[in-house]
């Protein structure tokens, strides 16, 4: 029997607190079904806070018996203190473990009074075992049936699906027993110089004229020799013709149907930063969503195609937020866990999107680290690119990093080291600590602003960026600095110069372009290209185009066949990039030794580094630069000019306006 108006709640080891809500109740008598007294502490208009004067029970259900009525009392804040992780903590495997024979499955519900295994809509009861978990073990063949969990907390009951599940019916709405091959294994050498190229699946074949059948899919990016009608290559071959070495997928892990409705993919498009189900592939991008099976071979197809073309791919993840908490799995599974909330017991919204994860709980941070090692195991995923990493604590970050060389050694870690959210600052995943994750890479922002400057005309910015090529804290080594100048957020540089050099035709705009990318591919630390940079990539203007329709999103092949001469260019210098293995070069020291600074002044940046003289121009007009007398060979030129050897005597060259020379001294 309970009370409508009443609801009681455990906030900590030795607190319960009885909310009323309207009309309010009086509170004449209480007692606990437990063996402690209690009191008193506080009271407001709907509230009645008491302290006990033993510790509560975890693991049985309490009740309160108020004016002789009998309330559940529910895990509330509790479930936020290190006590209940020190209670709770389960290392074992969650989710499910099929054999043809018999199917167990482990779902980890604290606070829960009773649990259901829902198979193909048959209840079985969950026996309850130590640490909150809950398991079953079904006989006989359950392959391919459907899965919920149905958890009662006393009256309260929600079915969910697994958080650990690997296969999902379409829109993500029920879990599926399946078996998962793990992926073939392409041995591909270590990169010494890694270039990466951030892409999104559907927008590489979304365009009319791809000459891709499976548009939007994974399968879209395993068809060969696919081009467009004026014979611009497009597609797989068109990315691995750029010598990049890793690929870095913007979200495929399986995403709202909000945002994406699989049952008609092509009525909105979106990023896909609206994570569902992170275990499992967005079924959007397969050809039939409502097998469970297609997306998760076909997921594979794309990644084992990737390898074979000696692309590696980076995943996106986005462990930071759900798209909604209260329809989301975590929050009905234990409430009040696996989300912050501030000192009130409000929702924190760091991330922006309403819901902040809370990797610094124990089981929090064993959900990332189980979910990056599977799809490490499972798919060969070669990177992890962590979406706001700056949310997520340190020592998520170190298991993570620590859990996943332990898969393979070479696997690439980056993130978005932005100072944000509610953790305290040591504990942050941020720029500012990454001498405490120094095996996971940053975003350098500061490269990216001030190049933008530069390029753009700004004055005052060669000694800062200067620095930025050298490595400079808070990073401790260069492959902890991702360099780069456009990502999918924020204008595409193209459109950012639209904006900011407006009086500028487009042969001006295109220099500028050229030489920020050139920078990018010059410098020292982790260069990454957004898909299209190396053709002037513009979103007309969007800003931030997460769920514009595909004509803005998608990669306009007619625009790569105009801009030709510029991809060629941005080629090279990738080819330039892996030719020259000093760029792999990390420690900052051993680089300042390598590197003499020319100049960096008058809107140019020039250095030599061993033979070679890097210049970049940002100086509307032609410059002179003394060089060191002698004969030099152009090897690289962001300019069509076609004397390939210089004899440079007392006077130096001159750099020709908003360039990039790359020159070697024979003698
Ligand atoms: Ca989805």
Known sequence: MTNQYLQAFMDDIDRITVVCDTPQVDILEISLSCDVMITLVSQTSTSYTYQTNLPLPLDTPIFAIVNGEKIPVLFRYIARLPLFDDYFYYDGILGYTYTPEQTEFKLWAPGATQVYLLLDDVPYEMIKQERGVYTYTFLGNCLHQTYMYGIYRHTDYHEVVDPYTKAVTVNGERGV???????????????????????HVRDMSSHIDSGIQHKGMFLGLTEHNTHTSHLQKTGIDYMTSLGVTHVQMMPMADYSAQSVDETQPWRSYNWGYDP?????????????????????LECQAFIDKCHQEGLRVIMDVVYNHVYHIKEHSFEKIVP?????????????????????????????????VDSVSYWAQTYQIDGFRFDLM???????????SRRLKAINPHIIILGEGWDMGTLPTPQKAMQANAHLISDIA???????????????????????????????????????????????????????????????????????????????LLTFGIPFLHAGQEFMRTKSGIENSYCSPDIINQMDWDRAFVYQDNIEYVTSLVHFRKEHPFFATTDFDTIKEMVKLIKSDEQIIAYCVKDLFIIHSANFYGKDLYLPHGTYTLLISSESISVKKWIVGSKGITVPPLSTLVLKKER
């Not at 967005?282 to 297609?294: H, I, K, L, R, V």
């Not at 700056?390 to 998520?396: K, R, Y």
């Not at 360099?483 to 295109?510: A, C, F, G, P």
Request: glycine letters at 6%; charged letters at 20%; proline letters at 5%.
């Open 177 to 199: 027993i399946v078996t998962v091959p793990t992926a073939s294994k392409v041995p591909l050498p270590p990169v010494d110089v890694p270039i990466i190229y951030e892409m």
């Open 276 to 296: 569902l189900h992170f275990n499992v592939p967005e079924g959007s991008y397969s050809t039939n969503p409502y097998d469970p099976m297609t997306r998760i």
């Open 336 to 368: 009040f866990y696996f989300f912050r909330r501030d000192e009130y017991g409000v929702l924190t919204d760091g991330t922006g999107v309403g819901n902040d994860f809370a990797s610094e709980r124990k089981m929090a941070r064993k959900y990332i």
């Open 390 to 400: 700056g949310m997520l604590d340190i020592q998520t970050m170190q298991d993570v």
């Open 442 to 520: 940053f975003f350098n922002d500061k490269f990216r602003d001030n190049v933008k400057s530069f390029v753009s005309g700004q004055l005052g910015f060669e000694g800062i960026i200067f620095n930025q090529i050298l490595g400079t804290a808070p990073y401790t080594h260069m492959n902890q600095m991702v360099q780069y100048v456009e990502v999918h957020d924020n204008y595409t540089l193209w459109d950012y110069l639209t904006l900011h050099n407006t009086s500028e035709n487009d042969t001006i705009r295109l220099k500028r372009h050229r030489l920020a990318t050139s920078m990018v």
